[in-house]
């Protein structure tokens, strides 16, 4: 009997770590994207990771688009890849990232593309980056760089849009996730929340060396107006005499 228990439990967990494997592995299938920073608004670089090929394929080209909302990108280099960019007009010079007028700052990008040296074994992964300014947004918002993975058999289009709520799609496109929008100086440095006049007085009062000294200085006050008020006494006794 406990034999046939052993084996029935053996059975199960293997069962269990077969499962588990294979979600890891689906869930780590997708081309995704991680991000230094996601705060609306904030200055980020984006590394995008290709974890396999096309159904066996080897990857020869990897391309991004970048949406609208964001307005210049820089890729990163990649010694293994060649860079290429796709740009088209500004719909107005004020788009542009410096409000430049020069043909090189009239145009936005609107796809980078890494072509493979030689091509990306589809067991192996490689990882791309783009930097750039997040844009405006609410927390949540998803910013999505559509996809197109290139093999030397084949191809995978990663565009589908997510939706929150919604089972995660077969093919999605990497994409960013935005949380709150945080003050910064004109330098682009994060600046520290003013604090509240509640928060000042709780500050003042827990310190025992600022209290020690504002009352000390309040003695010095009060013994200041005693010595006034004594030599004035004084002298109306000396002028009544």
């Given amino acids: 009997m406990s034999k046939r228990l052993a084996v029935v439990g ?21 081309v995704s994207a991680t991000a230094t920073s996601t705060a609306a608004n904030s200055y980020t670089t984006a590394t995008f990771s290709v974890p396999h090929g096309c159904d066996g394929s080897p990857t020869t080209k990897i391309e ?13 280099v990649n010694p293994n890849w060649t860079i290429s960019k796709t740009t088209e007009p500004y719909t107005s010079p004020s788009a542009s990232a410096d409000g ?14 890494w072509t493979a040296k030689t091509p990306l074994p589809a067991d192996e992964r490689d990882t791309f980056s783009l930097s750039f300014s ?5 927390p949540g918002d998803l910013v999505e760089f559509p996809a197109l993975q290139t093999c030397e058999k084949g191809s995978v289009e990663w565009n589908q849009e997510q939706k929150a709520g919604e089972a995660e799609p077969e093919h ?31 500050s003042t009062s827990s310190d025992p060396d600022l209290v020690g000294r504002f009352l000390g200085l309040g003695g010095l006050v009060l013994g200041a ?3 006034v008020v004594a030599v004035a006494n004084t002298r109306r006794r000396s002028a009544s005499k």
Avoid at 10 to 29: E, F, K, N, Q, R
Avoid at 182 to 200: F, I, K, Q, Y
């Fill in 172 to 202: 999605p496109a990497p994409s960013i996730t935005l949380t709150a929008a945080v003050p910064t100086s004109d330098d682009g440095d994060p600046v520290a929340a003013t604090p509240t006049a509640e928060a000042a007085s709780t």
């Fill in 64 to 76: 991004f688009q970048v949406p609208e909302s964001v307005i210049e990108v820089t890729p990163t």
């Fill in 10 to 30: 053996t059975a199960t967990l293997g069962v269990t770590a077969a499962i588990v494997l294979g979600t890891a592995g689906v869930a780590s299938a997708h």
């Fill in 100 to 113: 430049e007028s020069t043909e090189d700052a009239a145009q936005r990008v609107t796809s980078v593309t």
């Fill in 225 to 227: 107006i005693a010595l």
């Fill in 134 to 138: 997040l844009p405006d947004g609410k």
